[in-house]
Nanobody
Framework: QVQFVESGGGLAQPGGSLRLSCVAD????????VGWHRQAPGKGREWVAL???????TYADSVKGRFTISRDNAKNTVYLQMNSLKFEDTAVYYC????????WGQGTQVTVSS
């Protein structure tokens, strides 16, 4: 069992930036992939970005070119750099890891508002 803890959420203006962090209490290097999802009010959970153990990254079309996912295996940490934020990026952001099963964090709130 691996626990993830997200941080870095908060309030940002449109066009602004935030950097989310997600620390695992176990090794993420052994996981097949780690990634981020989000859930906006009244909507289902949406996949945002993924980085595999081999370093391959993929993004949802809605964030491509604006968000960057990265991982630091030595720190067991996954990051999501979010730039050029839009109102529609407002959501609770969850990180997760996959290793035979999926492990999830509790989420961090991101609000984009002027």
């Amino acid at each position: 069992q691996v626990q993830f803890v997200e941080s870095g959420g908060g309030l940002a203006q449109p066009g602004g930036s935030l950097r989310l962090s997600c620390v695992a209490d176990g090794s993420i290097a052994k996981m097949d992939a780690v990634g981020w999802h989000r859930q906006a009010p009244g909507k289902g959970r949406e996949w945002v970005a993924l980085i595999t153990n081999g370093g391959m990254v993929t993004y949802a079309d809605s964030v491509k070119g604006r968000f960057t996912i990265s991982r630091d295996n030595a720190k067991n940490t996954v990051y999501l750099q979010m730039n050029s934020l839009k109102f529609e990026d407002t959501a609770v952001y969850y990180c997760n890891g996959v290793s035979g099963q999926a492990y999830w964090g509790q989420g961090t709130q991101v609000t984009v508002s002027s």
